[in-house]
C-alpha cells in the first residue's frame, strides 16, 4: 500500500517556473515507477513525465520536453516535477501516480497559469 500527497500547486504567471512534489508513504517506493499526469479542464488525463525505480530512465510528453524535469530521491521517498517557462495550457490538476502491481494516485494538485 502506498499513499501519495502532492504538494507546490499555485497561481503563477505565464513564464514563471513552479516545482511540484509528492510524497510517498508507504513500503517499497523505491521499487515503483513514479509518474505525473495532468487533466485540464475538459480534457483526458494526460502524461507529463515518467520515470523508473532509481529516476535513470526517463519519459517526457513530446510537447513538454525541455521545459519539465522529473525527478526522485529514494531516500526521501519523494518524487518532483520541475516546471519551467509555464505557460496557460498548462493549467490543470497535477496527479501522482506510482506503477508497481498496482497503481497508486494522490489527490492532485492544481496548477493554474495566468496570461
Known amino acids: 500500500q502506498v499513499q501519495l500527497v502532492e504538494s507546490g500547486g499555485g497561481l503563477v504567471q505565464a513564464g514563471d517556473s513552479l516545482r511540484l512534489s509528492c510524497a510517498a508513504s508507504?513500503?517499497?517506493?523505491?521499487?515503483?515507477?513514479m509518474g505525473w499526469w495532468r487533466q485540464a479542464p475538459g480534457r483526458d488525463l494526460e502524461l507529463v513525465a515518467a520515470?523508473?525505480?532509481?529516476?535513470?530512465?526517463?519519459h517526457y510528453a513530446e510537447s513538454l520536453k525541455g521545459r519539465f524535469i522529473i525527478s526522485r530521491d529514494n531516500t526521501k521517498n519523494t518524487v518532483s516535477l520541475q516546471m519551467n517557462s509555464l505557460k496557460p495550457e498548462d493549467t490543470a490538476v497535477y496527479y501522482c501516480?506510482?506503477?508497481?502491481?498496482?497503481?497508486?494516485w494522490g489527490q492532485g494538485t492544481q496548477v493554474t497559469v495566468s496570461s
Open positions: 501516480l506510482a506503477r508497481g502491481w498496482r497503481d497508486y
Open positions: 520515470c523508473n525505480w532509481n529516476g535513470g530512465d526517463t
Open positions: 508507504g513500503q517499497a517506493f523505491s521499487t515503483y515507477a
